[in-house]
């Protein structure tokens, strides 16, 4: 298995976890009538689970699997997909830190958290696709 | 890979790009407000990702990697498999932009009764390969 594989799997392993503790403080909150401002956590669960747990397992899996780019390059462009695992993961970060505390503290104007975290996590996105997409070829 | 694989899956690629960029947007708007008409993409980037992405991609994922039959046709039927690939994404379209645009109810029932005609070629395409190795 590539390294960058086991990068991208245990990362999205510690991400379901975080995202399963963010559900449980939504679910606590619906029953303990627990402050509104848990709420703002909702956002950042579903990006958790979808971008932290389920896109970077199948990145994992797909730079370890697709069908080898040559003989020479058989991952293809793999310093691209690094920068993808990184991007994605501070901008991913980010949002988790950026998103609700513009919410409850929006006097803090941390907005440009959230633009930076777009940013890298677009840039990081499209490098992924870019890097899968000439290994996505027939035989 | 085969041919249906190859277009299923870089299909759900170009769908993945779609869904961080509208996600992107969305996220901008939250931090750096330009126009709140951006987060009415919430339903076109809820359906590029679950259903554009990651259905597409297991899918295709699928057609390639389920055992294959030890006779010609060695993938099943191809017939069903491009069936449901036409179908989904024909459907993923008409339920997102319907969603999206507020246009017709009928455009967004369309759509997912797409979804639910692609998803049972694909059933019926899987089924037969779900089966031990060889043979």
Redesign the interface.
Known sequence: MPRLTRYFIKTALLYLALALVLGLLLAARAAFDLPAEFAAFSPVFF?VL?VGW??QL?FGMLFWML?KYSKEQPRGNEPLAWSAYILINVGLVL?II??PM?TVQAEWN??????V???L??IG??AF?LT??SR???? | MTRLSVWTVRTALLYLGLGFLLGALMLLQKGLPLDPGLLRLLPLHVEFVLLGWTLQLAMGIAFWILPRFSQEPRYGSLRLGWSAYLLLNVGVLCAGTGQWLGISPAVFLLGRLAELLACLCFVLHAWPRVKPTGG
Not at chain 1, 110 to 115: E, K, P
Not at chain 1, 136 to 139: A, G, L, N
């Open positions: 990006h979808m389920a896109a199948i069908p949002r950026g998103e513009n941390l907005g440009w958290l959230l633009v975290s777009a940013v996590q677009l996105g499209w696709i899968a997409w996505v070829k027939e035989r």
